[in-house]
């Protein structure tokens, strides 16, 4: 069975703070990928990145950092400067290699909220 | 240019009737899904099609029924709607899970059941 954790129901935060979203995750595949997605207000899900278990390489996208742990089964994401349109709900989800019919396993999500 | 679409955005009804909402997308991608969020954001997937033939129906009620006329569309209807199906309904749809380079899901904007 799959298992994704975001111990974090709610983050609030002063813009321009950094801030860590945690996700732990639980699989018995030995490959799989990991996702994030974002989820503003207006409701939408937003991809953000997917993560292959074989590349443990952390990642940077501009204030959006990853970074994957797999001895430690995380894949925890950090928002340098955070800003008030970051405020959203941040979901991590699972997803075997192959098999599974593409299943994603999300979750419950972290509330962050970034005040002025 | 909208990838992913859904219809209708909002859907208010009496507890009882039956319902639809349909979603297509423009991705050219072959696997279409159905998530479900509750009221405390948890999202859990409903089914998958690929290629038109159902690869997860995830111990959804039967009166949850998919209908996959073609690769784009994915539409799903409800029969003798009871409250507790009150949730905001995702459609997503990515590339078959072999194609693992690009296999991310992107969703549509989400149709927000309420039944009363």
């Known amino acids: 069975a799959q298992k994704v954790t975001q111990a974090q129901t709610e983050i609030s935060v002063v813009e321009k703070e950094d801030v860590t979203l945690d996700c732990v995750y639980e699989?018995?595949?030995?490959?799989?990928?990991l996702f994030w997605y974002k989820q503003p207000p207006s409701g939408e899900l937003v991809f953000l990145i997917r993560?292959?278990?074989?590349?443990?390489q952390n990642e940077i996208s501009g204030r959006y950092s990853w970074n994957f742990q797999k001895s430690t089964s995380s894949f925890n994401f950090t928002i340098t400067a955070s800003q008030v349109v970051d405020s959203a709900v941040y979901f991590c989800?699972?997803?075997?290699?192959?098999?599974?019919?593409?299943?994603?396993?999300f979750g419950t999500g972290t509330q962050l909220k970034v005040e002025l | 240019d909208t990838a992913v679409s859904q219809t209708p955005k909002y859907l208010v009804t009496q507890m009882g009737n039956d319902k639809s909402i349909k979603c297509e997308q423009n991705?050219?991608?072959?696997?279409m899904y159905w998530y479900k969020q509750d009221s405390k954001k948890f999202l859990k997937i409903m089914f998958s099609?690929?290629?038109?033939?159902?690869?997860i129906n995830e111990t959804v009620p039967n009166r949850f029924s998919p209908k996959s006329p073609d690769k784009a569309h994915l539409n799903l209807h409800i029969n003798s709607l009871e409250l507790g199906d009150s949730a905001v309904y995702f459609c997503?749809?990515?590339?078959?899970?072999?194609?693992?380079?690009?296999?991310?899901?992107?969703f549509g904007p989400g149709t927000r059941l309420t039944v009363l």
């Open positions: 997503a749809s990515s590339h078959t899970f072999r194609d693992y380079a690009y296999n991310e899901q992107f």
């Open positions: 699989t018995r595949d030995t490959t799989y990928y």
């Open positions: 993560r292959n278990s074989f590349d443990e």
């Open positions: 989800a699972l997803r075997p290699f192959t098999g599974g019919g593409n299943k994603l396993t």
């Open positions: 991705l050219g991608h072959d696997t």
């Open positions: 099609y690929n290629n038109k033939e159902l690869i």
